[in-house]
């Protein structure tokens, strides 16, 4: 499994802070996002949103980035914080 | 909740909810280390009003264990570049009053101006990178705050 | 010999013998003030060593009266530059030890660069304008110390 | 009477804090200079040296500043606090 979690805006959007999809529906961040879609159509408007950012296992990545079982996805909006 | 990450003797970062004290930072930063003659430190605290709207109070929000990487690895950059002694950062989570600290850096070194560019770039891309967001409660109601891209240019003004 | 020169409210000068609370001044300069949501402090100590040599102590001297008016007019400066709330300057004069505190410039705003640039811009000519004089006792003796052609330029880059 | 100071190094080498001489004697910085070495040998000497600098009533000057009856004149090294 892959865990996916999300942060502030976009997780009270979502309501939820986290999933897991399989390791099958996804080999890469974007299709991580096109997994997560296909569940409900809200998910698939607000992950839409090109400002999102994506860390896998803490580290920040692109959409391109591989991912695979065990790995931590996250999912958040630009950064605020200081 | 409330993490602390000790680096080591010379970088420390602390993501807490609780309230920090400026004087006890600044005297942890100088003890038992004469050969650091400047001191310069910077503290954020949440104002009563952002963009005209009238603030009531701030809910901070992180992603734990990544904001930690994020600040040492922006911290060991600040090392790289300029010649500093020791680093505290503290950051400050959850629900925050008006008034209330939210941020502190503290930076150590031999000559003024290495601690001065440092605290100013550590801030800086504390703003751009570390996973923090914060909801503002203002008299409107609950928003959650629109990075600001004039942070982003000032973090991208370091690498000119 | 303990001078206090309360110029006003949001910008106060103290030149004194006897030592500072860090926390305690950034307190002050943060109490009833929920507008100005940065404050940058420098504060600078005696260190154990110049030059190569071991430092034991400091010993300094003023010039009453005129230090507080060029102090006072770099704050002016500063103000006219940057938008900046409060400022306090503190300098410490006589006998000083290893370790001690000899100075403290805080500076509060709403935007955290105006206080980075105006706290830095206050410190650099307070090095070249404000009339103190360091005599440094070393293991060889008691020195006055030498103007330093870096902090003159320092100073200078401000203009370009 | 023009009222004369020293600070710092000066005053060691000068092995005084300060004097005063008559507003006759001088009108100008540079005059009260002229002034004070013709006491001495040696304060002229060590009055001499460039890097010197002065205050006229805690203002700094040139040495062709003009001076008064009541004056403060101060001459001192190059600051070094902070």
């Given amino acids: 499994m892959i865990k996916v979690i999300f942060f502030a805006a976009l997780r009270e959007q979502l309501g939820s802070s986290g999933t897991e999809i399989s390791a099958k529906c996804a080999s890469t961040v974007a299709e991580v996002k096109d997994a997560l879609g296909k569940k409900d159509q809200g998910w698939k408007n607000y992950l839409a949103n090109n400002s999102l950012l994506c860390a896998v296992n803490h580290q920040m990545v692109q959409g391109d980035f591989s991912v695979k079982a065990g790995d931590e996805v996250a999912f958040f909006p630009p950064v605020t914080g200081g | ?160």
Same sequence: chains 1, 4.
């Fill in chain 2, 1 to 160: 909740m409330n993490i602390d990450t000790v680096m080591n003797k010379y970088a420390e970062i602390s993501i807490q909810t609780e309230d920090f004290d400026h004087g006890y930072e600044v005297n942890l930063l100088e003890s038992d280390n004469v050969e650091d003659g400047a001191v310069v430190t910077f503290s954020g605290r949440v104002r009563n009003n952002n963009l005209g709207l009238k603030v009531k109070g701030l809910f901070l929000e992180h992603y734990p264990d990544m904001t930690e990487k994020l600040l040492a690895e922006i911290i060991q950059t600040a090392k790289t570049r300029w010649n500093i002694g020791r680093v505290k950062v503290i950051h400050r989570i959850g629900q925050l009053a008006i008034g209330e600290q939210i941020v502190f850096v503290g930076v150590t070194s031999k000559h003024r101006q290495d601690a001065f560019a440092a605290n100013e770039f550590i801030m800086d891309f504390l703003k751009v990178k570390a996973p923090f967001w914060k909801k503002e409660l203002t008299e409107l109601g609950e928003t959650w705050l629109e990075a600001k891209n004039s942070d982003k240019e000032k973090a991208q003004a370091w690498s000119k």
